[in-house]
């Protein structure tokens, strides 16, 4: 099931899975896969007839989008942002990190 909400460093933010790429664009004007609003703290992800790597590249996308937002970077190169994705992206598939069963209080 995909996630409705992130937790943005403590700012939760919805996820709106469109149906179009004309829906993504809050204003309706261009064709988007991916948009990060920080006003209302919502990301808007075309769903429809794409790869689910595709999909999580794209929240990733606007993920790191927050982060910039909420950690004052300034304004971030969107190419260097994409790249960025496509590397969490793909150690996310690639690997199986169950972190919530990992025991940080267990010694050594
Ligand atoms: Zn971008």
């Not at 261009?30 to 703290?41: C, H, P, V």
């Not at 999580?56 to 910039?68: F, P, R, V």
Request: a negative charge; hydrophobic letters at 35%.
């Amino acid at each position: 099931m995909k996630p409705v909400s992130v937790d943005i460093l403590g700012t939760p933010h919805k996820i709106i899975w469109c149906k179009t790429a004309q829906e993504v664009d809050d204003g309706g004007r261009t064709l988007l896969d991916g948009q990060y609003d920080s006003w209302k703290s919502v990301i808007r992800i075309h769903d429809i007839e794409r790869p689910m790597e595709d999909k999580l590249q794209t929240l990733w996308h606007e993920i790191l989008h927050g982060l910039e937002k909420i950690l004052h970077t300034g304004d971030l190169d969107d190419r260097v942002v994409d790249l960025l994705a496509t590397g969490i992206t793909y150690v996310m598939l690639h690997n199986d990190f169950d972190v919530k069963s990992w025991d940080i209080t267990q010694k050594e």
